[in-house]
């Protein structure tokens, strides 16, 4: 069994990845923690730090600051979840790639081998309602997919 569990830093992709891990045990299955990071959220972000500070000259320094963090952010949560992996005795296995979120998870999960993805319900925003990346790729999903709340 190869689960592909699909981390983007909130609380709900990572209690994704602790079912993940618990199917892999009893299962003596592989988890594959999966992240996508979009440079355009950090050029976003640095947009807005310029616009708010009224220092428009420095946003591509704000840009590679927030970009260096996200990085660092998404490596450290994956850090965590291998060493739960680790202790738990499930093989695991992380990758951060850059991109569309949309595209790469699709060309991921469906072309990986994966027995299943699991996925939080909701995304780092914490809105009540779906996630807007999970209505857009869950039907596209070929392999079976677990939705966690």
């Known amino acids: 069994m190869k689960i592909l569990v699909l981390i983007d830093g909130s609380k709900w992709s990572q209690k994704a990845a602790l079912h993940a891990i618990a199917i892999a045990k009893k299962r003596g299955g592989k988890v594959i923690l999966f992240s996508v990071l979009d440079r355009r959220e950090a050029k976003s972000m640095a947009f807005n730090l ?4 009224d220092k428009l000259e420095k946003i591509e320094s704000f840009e590679e600051e927030i970009w260096k963090e996200m990085k660092k952010g998404i490596r450290g949560i994956m850090t965590n979840l291998m060493e739960l992996c680790h202790k738990e005795g499930v093989n695991c296995s992380f990758r951060i790639v850059e991109g569309s979120a ?3 998870i699709l060309r991921e999960a469906n072309s990986g ?3 299943l993805v699991v996925m939080g319900a909701y995304g780092r925003s914490g809105k009540t309602r779906i996630g807007s990346l999970l209505e857009e790729v869950v039907g596209m999903i070929k392999v079976p997919t677990m939705i966690v709340r």
């Open 50 to 53: 310029s616009m708010f500070s």
């Open 102 to 104: 949309k595209e790469t």
């Open 113 to 115: 081998g994966y027995t």
